[in-house]
């Protein structure tokens, strides 16, 4: 029961990725043919939004909820970033998901979207196997 505002703020949050057509393949091959505007928007949107935030966070030093300090730890350039990205896109790409709104493609109806998810939860799985053996 403590929980359920997390469970309703992700419903609501799936809601609102439905409404707006976030989670439509349609929408994210559009997005990687360069034939519209409207993902580039949203996301575009959405780094504005988080980069105000964190300037926020860090001028006010605003706490948790559970009133502990916000720590945004400086990130170091990192090759395997890159790497790892360009797979992510090749990845989102070729199914038409990302794995935030999986869950509310499935949601939303697109049945055929398990099986993205089920992988993305396998090769999350595999990478926790290999992890320690990888380059970090």
């Known amino acids: 029961m403590r929980n359920i505002k997390y469970l309703i703020t992700g419903a609501l949050f799936g809601i609102v990725l439905v409404k707006s057509e976030v989670v439509s393949w349609f929408r994210i091959q559009e997005m990687f043919r360069f034939q519209a505007f409207h ?3 949203i996301i575009g949107s959405a780094i504005i939004v988080g ?3 964190i300037q926020i966070i860090k001028r006010f030093k605003i706490k948790t909820i559970d009133g ?4 945004i730890p ?4 990192h090759w395997g970033n890159i790497y790892g990205g360009l797979i ?4 989102w790409a070729i199914t038409g998901a990302c794995p ?3 869950f509310a493609q499935v949601g939303g109806g697109f049945l055929i ?3 993205t998810l089920v992988s993305a939860i396998a090769g999350t799985w ?3 196997l290999i992890r320690e053996k990888l380059h970090h």
């Open 74 to 77: 400086e990130k170091k350039f």
């Open 113 to 115: 979207v398990a099986v």
């Open 100 to 102: 935030g709104p999986l």
């Open 51 to 53: 980069l105000i935030s």
């Open 126 to 128: 595999t990478y926790g």
């Open 39 to 41: 993902m580039y928007g």
């Open 88 to 91: 992510f896109g090749l990845g």
């Open 68 to 71: 502990e300090d916000i720590v």
